[in-house]
């Protein structure tokens, strides 16, 4: 059995849990968009009095707002190598659960856009994108990431670079028109 810290800071929630191979032994979230930094801290402080010693981290790479997947995702590569231990990274929309064989999911993205993925019997087609909503047809939106599904995904996927999928909004003197 090996014990994970899971982490995702895609959406307007901080979510942290502790997974123990297919049992949630811990799970609990901070609503909030600009509280990421604040809460996790306080969020695994109580996930740590569960199991005081997880294995690995695993954490949502996105897509997600900028500076919320720093926060999660810097917090969770600092906890795991200052622990030693392993860091896997997971695509955030891939770990929604939606009982049914096609659909699209969204979160989103501020500025008048969502993210979304679309998927068939549980298998991304299509995305991770972001649009505008009504280029995008019939899609599930405020459903969040399930921090056992993230860490089942995570033995099969390993993403490494946050999905940012917008330019950022500042860019250097000599591109600005």
Request: charged share 25%; hydrophobic share 40%; glycine share 6%.
């Amino acid at each position: 059995m090996t014990i994970s810290l899971a982490i995702d800071t895609s959406t307007s929630r901080s979510i942290v849990a502790i997974v123990d191979a297919d049992k949630v032994l811990f799970e609990s979230f901070h609503e909030g968009a600009t509280d990421h930094g604040k809460a996790l801290p306080e969020l695994i402080a109580q996930a740590l009095k569960v199991a005081p010693k997880p294995e690995r981290v695993v954490v949502g790479m996105g897509p997600g707002p900028f500076t919320g997947l720093r926060v999660g995702i810097t917090f969770a590569r600092t906890f795991a190598y200052a622990r030693g231990i392993d860091l896997k990274g997971v695509c955030s929309l891939d770990a929604i659960a939606i009982d049914q064989s096609e659909y699209t999911v969204a979160v989103d993205a501020r500025r008048k856009e969502i993210y979304w993925a679309s998927y068939k019997d549980g298998v991304r087609v299509a995305g991770p994108s972001v649009n505008k909503p009504a280029e995008v047809a019939g899609y599930i939106f405020d459903a969040y990431p399930d921090m056992q599904k993230l860490v089942a995904l995570s033995h099969a996927q390993n993403e490494t670079e946050p999905m940012y999928l917008r330019r950022p909004d500042a860019v250097p003197t000599v591109e600005r028109t």
